[in-house]
């Protein structure tokens, strides 16, 4: 018989104070927190957290077997991480089986977070609850203090590890548009853009909503850059 759920605390963009009062109040709680992080690491939601856990809550970091080693086309790739789901699926679903068990997620779990992983392999086997949080791509656009879609526009939502045909193709095709997971994308990234036109228009914002936030024009952004910024094109729309 189940006794306790799975409560998914979806974080916020960064800064602490842009986390829900819902999120916070599952933190000070709990009596187990788990959160995903690169092995060697504090792990960035676990971070966000720092002087928020109640004295004696366990801990339990959700160590990644595997990044950026092996690319995510590789075969070895999804057989090795989709192990690492199931195990910690097993684990947590035993964990609930007596008391309640908080896993930590960064922006909204429910877009591109990690958690999506462990959500489908819960189903029907343990309660699952999650509290959203404002997106990190929300936390970067009103990083550059300019609205990101007015009237009619359409925002779409990319990955910059799309191949540069696709990535320009959506920039074209659309009015307003997020780009994550720059990174090493860089570089096929400003080719994307440059050949739909939108360049000049392209704003990158590092570490939105933290400490150390950067917000840059594109065209301004020189050396490496992060793989968790991203790209705000902003949507030009019926402006008043």
């Known amino acids: 018989m189940t006794m306790g759920k799975i409560i998914c605390a979806g974080l916020g963009p960064g800064d602490p104070d842009l986390m829900s009062l819902r999120s916070y109040r599952a933190i000070q709680g709990a009596r187990h927190i788990a959160y995903f992080r690169k092995a060697g690491y504090e792990g960035q939601a676990r971070r966000l957290v720092d002087g928020m856990l109640p004295e004696g809550a366990a801990e339990y970091p959700m160590e990644y077997p595997v990044t950026t080693e092996i690319h995510f086309t590789d075969p070895e790739y999804n057989r090795i991480l989709g192990a690492f789901y199931d195990e910690w699926a097993g684990t947590l679903t035993e964990m609930a089986k007596t008391d309640d068990v908080v896993v930590l997620c960064e922006g909204d779990p429910f877009l591109y977070g990690s958690f999506m992983h462990l959500h489908i392999r819960l189903e029907g086997r343990a ?3 999650i509290i959203p949080g404002i997106t990190g791509m929300s936390g970067c656009w009103t990083a550059t203090g300019l609205p990101i879609t007015w009237g009619d526009d359409v925002l779409t939502v990319a990955m910059a590890t799309l ?3 696709e990535l320009a ?8 548009l997020v780009i994550m997971k720059i990174g090493r994308n ?3 990234l400003r080719r994307a853009l440059e050949r739909a036109g939108r360049l000049e228009d392209a704003w990158l914002v590092e570490r939105g909503t933290m400490t ?3 917000v840059q024009k594109l065209t301004d952004v020189t050396g490496k850059v992060p793989y968790f ?3 705000i094109l902003h949507g030009q729309g019926r402006r008043p």
Do not use: F, G, H
Not at 169 to 176: G, L, P, V, Y
């Open 127 to 129: 309660e699952v609850e």
């Open 163 to 165: 191949s540069e045909d």
């Open 169 to 176: 193709k959506r920039a074209a095709d659309t009015d307003a």
């Open 186 to 188: 860089l570089p096929k």
């Open 212 to 214: 150390d936030q950067t």
């Open 229 to 231: 910024s991203i790209v």
